[in-house]
T-cell receptor
Framework: LAKTTQPISMDSYEGQEVNITCSHN???????ITWYQQFPSQGPRFIIQ???TKVTNEVASLFIPADRKSSTLSLPRVSLSDTAVYYC?????????????FGAGTRLAVHP | EPEVTQTPSHQVTQMGQEVILRCVPI?????FYWYRQILGQKVEFLVS????????KSEIFDDQFSVERPDGSNFTLKIRSTKLEDSAMYFC??????????????FGPGTRLLVL
């Protein structure tokens, strides 16, 4: 499993775009990049997953450069309710990879 | 939207007592998991379960822990003799068979276990 590095914390203000970058220098060919969000006292929630280039859904965008050694989660126009911990996970898409390995994540605080 | 449910939401027990944490995964999901999160720490994998057997377990999941899917809907985690260090939030998760990446797991709201 590829080790990931992301900032411990970030601060933002309502209405701003937030970009959280994750480094995964040892990413393998079969690895996908997945982001989860966790609110206090709740279970992690899947946000977005990608392999390369850009992926966008109703919640966020995920930018992955050609070398795939990093990825950036982009949250457009954050609100107070986006205050949470965001986890970057990198793992194999083939059979046998079942468990999720969470790091410390990035604690995002959105201020009024 | 279907969701994973867990009961109870909170449980307080005495050290040495047995506890059973219950989960109802999403109905068409086939892979089930338990994780735990000690207050202020990372989410840690405990065990995965597929086809009525454990597929992987972590070092945390020792002989005091067991899992069971007693019927078609429930998935339980039993701790036989609780220790103070078992105090944590326990999350159940499930994923559908067609999610071949193994990443898109759906988590329940958790059970907060406090061992006194």
């Amino acid at each position: 499993l590829a080790k990931t590095t992301q900032p411990i914390s970030m601060d933002s203000y309502e209405g701003q775009e937030v970009n959280i970058t994750c480094s995964h220098n040892n990413i393998a060919t079969n690895d996908y990049i997945t982001w989860y969000q966790q609110f206090p006292s709740q279970g992690p929630r899947f946000i977005i997953q990608g392999y390369k280039t850009k992926v966008t859904n109703e919640v966020a965008s995920l930018f992955i450069p050609a070398d795939r050694k990093s990825s950036t989660l982009s949250l457009p126009r954050v609100s107070l309710s986006d205050t949470a911990v965001y986890y970057c996970l990198v793992g194999d898409l083939s059979g046998g990879y079942n468990k999720l390995i969470f790091g410390a994540g990035t604690r995002l605080a959105v201020h009024p | 939207e279907p969701e994973v449910t867990q009961t109870p939401s909170h449980q307080v027990t005495q050290m040495g007592q047995e506890v059973i944490l219950r989960c109802v995964p999403i109905s068409n999901h086939l892979y089930f998991y338990w994780y735990r999160q000690i207050l202020g720490q990372k989410v840690e994998f405990l065990v995965s379960f597929y086809n009525n057997e454990i597929s992987e377990k972590s070092e945390i999941f020792d002989d005091q822990f067991s899992v069971e899917r007693p019927d078609g809907s429930n998935f339980t985690l039993k701790i036989r003799s609780t220790k103070l260090e078992d105090s944590a939030m326990y999350f159940c998760a499930s994923r559908p068979k067609e999610d071949r990446h193994g990443e898109t797991q759906y988590f329940g709201p958790g059970t907060r276990l406090l061992v006194l």
